[in-house]
């Protein structure tokens, strides 16, 4: 890797992480500049401006969730723990999707946050049409899965950030949610 591509490669981690915390908002060129510990001038290098830079970091934040979801779609055997136990393990990236979510007022921010989650249903609507027994049919258990997810969303707790607690929460989730579907939880 050439100097020119480790600081470009900086640039956009600092950019991922401090999305990932404080979202568009609190991420200014300032901030990023500092953040890297690299000059504000050396920003216009790499990028032409933020909505160049915020263009990278979408790309490269799909890439990651693209290349993550393949690796948890060879290795998902089990909705609980599995799916969270993936998830405990991507923990920036989770933040990072909260942003997304948390912006979805922003169409573009909308369309990554819901395409992404989506592209994750092929393997997640069986395993939670399997692991609640559900008699849906697959529209309604995504439909279903989506309102879950949201709600995941607004509720997560980055201070216990594990397996148990992520799933846990879900399963919370699901069991206030089920029962408005007139379906009953099997599981708890």
């Not at 979202?23 to 200014?28: I, R």
């Not at 395409?115 to 609507?125: D, F, G, K």
Request: hydrophobic content about 35%; some cysteine; aromatic content about 16%.
């Amino acid at each position: 890797m050439t100097k020119g591509q480790e600081t470009h490669k900086i640039w956009l981690e600092t950019a991922f992480y401090l999305f990932s915390e404080v979202g568009p908002d609190g991420l200014n060129i300032k901030s990023l500049s500092e953040a890297a510990k690299l000059p504000r001038s050396n920003f216009y290098y790499y990028f032409t401006d933020k909505e160049d830079l915020m263009e990278q970091l979408f790309k490269l934040y799909i890439d990651l969730s693209n290349a993550y979801r393949e690796e948890v779609a060879k290795n998902f055997n089990n909705l609980f723990p599995d799916l969270y136990e993936f998830l405990a393990n991507f923990k920036q990236g989770v933040k990072f999707h909260r942003q997304l979510f948390n912006n979805r007022h922003i169409p573009e921010y909308e369309h990554i946050y819901y395409s992404l989650n989506r592209a994750a249903h092929e393997y997640i609507v069986p395993k939670v049409k399997e692991y609640y027994n559900l008699d849906m049919d697959d529209n309604e258990i995504m439909a279903l899965w989506e309102t879950i997810t949201d709600t995941w969303y607004c509720r997560i707790n980055f201070d216990d950030f594990t397996a148990a607690s992520l799933s846990k929460l879900a399963k919370d989730i699901i069991n206030t949610v089920l029962p408005l579907t007139g379906q009953k939880s099997i599981r708890s």
